[in-house]
């Protein structure tokens, strides 16, 4: 995110450069970023002449060159974008011609998506000598949550430490999707307010009381009874609940629990980023450490692995969702 800011604080203060190559597993920024010069280079009255969008399935590297190489009319520069540049990959070498000498009336923007150049290729540092080359990493689930503060934040929302952890566990690190989903709740919620689990509820569609979340507490603090009734739920609205990702959380939840097991030091304000869950949720780990010794939690981990299997249908053809979930709980409380 700060290099973003970077490039945009420089276009603003008049840093602009021939050549933007975005690329990138995290198609958010490129869009973004995209987005940004689109909207910003040119004046609505400049744009006619000399905005041209280009998609990389409809052209060649001779076509983008060839309009990058033409001189603006009426305007000090003109804007060319390809989109869905990846889609040039086999040719894009091509460009290293232009990008060794690039017009410098033109700002070229190639979105290159999902996929990286070789950096050892005399291309990319060219681009990196005339130009702007960035990457667009995709975050780590872990670095998700702060990304959402900080993201509100800058809007002008906060966001209560639960909501976040639901939004991450249910939208993963698609960062396009979450900030749809968080557009959405701008255009409800007034600006200073603090997102609640409730709100994610009644807007989104996620269940403040029948999620992970809430199956992990029971089953951590072993309270049966809740467990079942998630259980059944997840079984009853499998569409929104798959059960490959339901186990693959759980077991997930057991691993954690058993990396907890092994640490030295378990004060929950250390174990908690080495084992990559949000603090607020550690109170949660620390019951579970108390309730399910080191060698029952190995001998879950051993069941979950066999109801994964399972839950992918092999050698369980036969078993529905709910018959799966409640074989994993019977498993896990027994």
């Known amino acids: 995110m700060d290099e973003v800011l970077k490039i945009i604080n420089d276009l603003k203060a008049g840093i602009i450069k021939p050549i933007y190559f975005?690329?990138?597993e995290e198609p958010y920024y490129i869009d973004k970023l995209t987005e940004y010069i689109e909207n910003n280079i040119l004046s609505e009255d400049e744009k006619g002449f000399n905005q041209t969008v280009i998609y990389g399935r409809d052209a060649t590297i001779e076509d983008i060159v060839s309009n990058a190489k033409r001189y603006p009319m009426m305007a000090e520069r003109q804007v060319v974008v390809v989109r869905?540049?990846?889609?040039?990959?086999?040719?894009?070498?091509?460009?290293?011609?232009?990008?060794?000498?690039?017009?410098p009336t033109t700002v070229l923007v190639v979105a290159y998506k999902y996929k990286t150049l070789d950096k050892?290729?005399?291309?990319?540092?060219?681009?990196?000598?005339?130009?702007?080359?960035?990457?667009?990493?995709?975050?780590?689930?872990?670095?998700?949550?702060?990304?959402?503060?900080?993201?509100l934040?800058?809007?002008?929302?906060?966001?209560?430490?639960?909501?976040?952890?639901?939004?991450?566990?249910?939208?993963g690190n698609d960062l396009s999707r979450i900030s749809n989903?968080?557009?959405?709740?701008?255009?409800?919620?007034?600006?200073?307010?603090t997102i609640t689990p409730k709100d994610i509820e009644y807007n989104i569609g996620f269940s403040k009381d029948y999620n992970v979340f809430e199956l992990q507490n029971a089953i951590g603090s072993k309270d049966q009874l809740k467990a079942y009734k998630i259980a059944q739920y997840f079984?009853?609205?499998?569409?929104?609940?798959?059960?490959?990702?339901?186990?693959?959380?759980?077991?997930?939840?057991?691993?954690?629990?058993?990396?907890?097991?092994?640490?030295?030091?378990?004060?929950?304000?250390?174990?908690?980023?080495?084992?990559?869950?949000?603090?607020?949720?550690?109170?949660?780990?620390?019951i579970a450490l108390r309730n399910y010794p080191m060698k029952k939690?190995?001998?879950?981990?051993?069941?979950?692995?066999?109801?994964?299997?399972?839950?992918?249908?092999?050698?369980?053809?036969?078993?529905?969702?709910?018959d799966l979930l409640k074989e994993m709980l019977v498993k896990i409380f027994a």
């Open 22 to 24: 975005l690329m990138g």
């Open 84 to 103: 869905e540049a990846q889609e040039l990959s086999r040719t894009i070498d091509k460009l290293e011609s232009y990008a060794e000498n690039p017009q």
């Open 120 to 151: 050892r290729k005399k291309l990319v540092k060219l681009i990196a000598k005339n130009g702007v080359l960035f990457e667009s990493k995709k975050l780590y689930e872990n670095q998700v949550g702060t990304w959402i503060q900080r993201l």
């Open 153 to 171: 934040q800058g809007r002008g929302y906060s966001i209560e430490p639960k909501a976040n952890a639901m939004l991450v566990e249910f939208l």
């Open 181 to 193: 989903e968080l557009d959405k709740l701008q255009i409800i919620l007034p600006k200073g307010h």
């Open 235 to 286: 079984a009853d609205n499998p569409k929104d609940n798959p059960l490959v990702v339901t186990v693959s959380l759980v077991f997930g939840f057991f691993v954690k629990i058993l990396k907890y097991h092994g640490l030295k030091d378990k004060d929950p304000r250390s174990a908690a980023p080495v084992l990559g869950v949000n603090p607020f949720f550690m109170k949660d780990y620390e």
């Open 297 to 322: 939690v190995s001998s879950i981990v051993a069941s979950l692995r066999e109801i994964d299997v399972k839950s992918k249908g092999v050698g369980a053809n036969s078993l529905s969702n709910h």
